[in-house]
């Protein structure tokens, strides 16, 4: 159980474009999920916080109208790189906390996102 | 002082070999604590939690040291299957997740 997917694996757009970033817990409910952010070789680095139903908090330096993010239901998040840029070219990842009872605070990962920015 | 600290390694073990790591933390409310193992260019996947009175899945130990902040990974008779980098991660309540930087395994035959 507590299966989280991401789609779409892979994206290559132009500079200017917007991309969208799907993700998905299949198999629970998560009220909460989590966008992340890698570059080579650097941690994780936590962008934002998505509540199902609420406004997401975003950490200190990500632009909110950048990345915008939705919430739509318990199983659904989205995220929008909106005007992409080359430097935003990075491994996004999601994840959704919850999942069976006692493990609510247990995050399961998406298998991310690869984002090039040509 | 980084909220969570862990030593990057890369630790060079040969197969068969006992390895331990460490990760250190400074805020002492943190709550719960994990063990995640990420492959290269692949998302991390949750390991273990760790427990106040240390827990063990097969060849994986971790325990945590409250006292001094700290919580240890030991993964006993290495396979070339555990290289990867292990995150230490931990949740001070409030939705606050926090990664180290992880610590990079690479067991030769």
């Known amino acids: 159980g507590a299966v989280v997917s991401q789609h779409p694996s892979w994206v290559i757009c132009k500079s200017g474009t917007s991309v969208k970033i799907e993700c998905r817990s299949l198999?629970?409910?998560?009220?909460?999920m989590f966008w992340y952010r890698q570059f080579p070789k650097q941690s994780l680095m936590l962008m934002a916080t998505?509540?199902?139903?609420?406004?997401?908090?975003?950490e200190q330096g990500v632009e909110k109208d950048k990345f915008l993010i939705n919430h739509a239901s318990l199983t659904l998040s989205t995220l929008t790189v909106t005007s992409a840029h080359p430097e935003d070219s990075s491994f996004y990842i999601c994840s959704a906390e919850g999942g069976e009872a006692g493990r609510r605070e247990t995050q399961y990962f998406g298998p991310g996102t690869r984002l090039l920015v040509l | 002082r980084k909220e969570v600290e862990q030593d990057p390694g890369p630790f060079n073990v040969p197969e068969g070999a006992t390895v331990a790591f460490n990760c250190t933390y400074s805020?002492?409310?943190?709550?719960?604590f994990f063990w995640y193992r990420q492959d290269c260019r692949k998302e991390p996947k949750l390991l273990m939690s760790v427990y106040s009175s240390g827990n063990e899945d097969g060849r994986f130990t971790a325990q945590l040291n409250r006292a001094s902040q700290y919580i240890s990974l030991l993964i006993r008779d290495s396979k070339l299957s555990d290289s990867a980098t292990y995150l230490c991660v931990l949740n001070t309540g409030g939705f606050k997740t926090i990664f180290g930087a992880g610590t990079r395994l690479f067991v030769k035959a």
């Open positions: 198999d629970f409910q998560a009220t909460t």
């Open positions: 805020n002492s409310a943190s709550q719960s």
């Open positions: 998505s509540n199902e139903g609420s406004k997401a908090t975003y």
